[in-house]
Antibody
Framework: QVQLKESGPGLVQPSQTLSLTCTVS????????VHWVRQPPGKGLEWMGR???????SYNSALKSRLSISRDTSKNQVFLKMNSLQTDDTGTYYC??????????WGQGVMVTVSS | DTVLTQSPALAVSPGERVSISCRAS??????MHWYQQKPGQQPKLLIY???NLASGVPARFSGSGSGTDFTLTIDPVEADDTATYFC?????????FGGGTKLELK
């Protein structure tokens, strides 16, 4: 079955770089887009960016200067790197699979705290 | 980017009918989707393309609308429906989410 699982450090210091991995199973990264979505504590969902099935990427314009999404299809992994982290980057980070623009499958999320 | 506006919170009694609205800043055709999120969980797809029930979702949930105004209806509401509900559009790029409506039961 389709599964996505996020992994990465739970604590990141301010001004440092966040690195997250989304490991997928049950589908091919060359057939579906995978997106990153984040959620500050008690707040709404923010689309961050996507890795398209063909390897193209798109980013939220508000994060574009700090964000990079890449993948390793041989390992079924999509990566997120975001630099210059601040406290308002604290939240739960999700990866999710796109089917015709809707997000049917989500990872369980990884909580990231930005603090010294 | 397309801004989706939802009312922040609603409170209803079990057995009642509730409608949750989502207004888009520009037309999204019928490409509006609804998610339910319970505390500590990832979002769950309820309705796709405005009015289509996702697999396994109870028929108490329904969706309607097109263009800029959309509604998620739950009838009748059950205690287990306590959650935050988000709309999301995929007609315009980038995809965007509403701020969420927190549904509480009286």
């Amino acid at each position: 079955q389709v599964q996505l699982k996020e992994s990465g450090p739970g604590l990141v210091q301010p001004s440092q770089t966040l690195s997250l991995t989304c490991t997928v199973s049950g589908f091919s990264l060359t057939s579906y887009n995978v997106h990153w979505v984040r959620q500050p504590p008690g707040k709404g969902l923010e689309w961050m960016g996507r890795m398209r099935y063909n390897g193209d990427t798109s980013y939220n314009s508000a994060l574009k200067s700090r964000l990079s999404i890449s993948r390793d299809t041989s390992k079924n992994q999509v990566f997120l790197k975001m630099n210059s982290l601040q406290t308002d980057d604290t939240g739960t980070y999700y990866c999710t699979r796109d089917s015709y623009g809707l997000f049917h499958y989500w990872g369980q999320g990884v909580m990231v705290t930005v603090s010294s | 980017d397309t801004v989706l506006t939802q009312s922040p919170a609603l409170a209803v009694s079990p057995g009642e009918r509730v409608s949750i609205s989502c207004r888009a800043s520009e037309g999204v055709n019928s490409y509006m989707h609804w998610y339910q999120q319970k505390p500590g969980q990832q979002p769950k797809l309820l309705i796709y393309k405005a009015s289509n029930l996702a697999s396994g979702v109870p028929a108490r949930f329904s969706g309607s609308g097109s263009g800029t105004d959309f509604t998620l209806t739950i009838d009748p509401v059950e205690a287990d429906d306590t959650a935050t509900y988000f709309c999301q559009q995929s007609w315009n790029d980038p995809p965007t989410f509403g701020g969420g409506t927190k549904l509480e039961l009286k």
